[in-house]
């Protein structure tokens, strides 16, 4: 069994700052890809940014300059710096992960979401 857990959302004014967080945990043996989406009420969930194990990066272009993806493979957790926020980010940010099991099976596993408001 493996869960992603997200963390770090909250209500942030604009040009504010927050820092998400996403543990995974269970019977992995290794991850390949983390990632974090958002989702605005009545849009379409989009990609925000994503690292391979190997450090391999991608963003959004409205996340670029502003946001930062890292992690940290020996705790499996992705982290998202968000600065310079905006009311445009405001979201359900969601971490999805393609990871080896221990049962030698790639899947990929979505967290449950942490909403980020960024209002005055």
């Known amino acids: 069994q493996v869960q992603l857990v997200e963390s770090g959302g909250g209500l942030v004014q604009p040009g504010g700052s927050l820092r998400l967080s996403c543990a995974a945990s269970?019977?992995?043996?290794?991850?390949?890809?983390m990632g974090w989406y958002r989702q605005a009420p009545g849009k379409q969930r989009e990609l925000v940014a994503a690292i391979t194990s190997g450090g391999s990066t991608n963003y959004a272009d409205s996340a670029k300059g502003r946001f930062t993806i890292s992690r940290d493979n020996a705790k499996n957790t992705v982290y998202l710096q968000m600065n310079s926020l905006k009311p445009e980010d405001t979201a359900v940010y969601y971490c999805?992960?393609?990871?080896?099991?221990?049962?030698?099976?790639?899947?990929?596993?979505w967290g449950q979401g942490t909403q980020v408001t960024v209002s005055s």
């Open positions: 269970g019977s992995i043996f290794s991850i390949n890809y």
């Open positions: 999805n992960a393609d990871l080896l099991g221990v049962n030698g099976k790639w899947a990929h596993y």
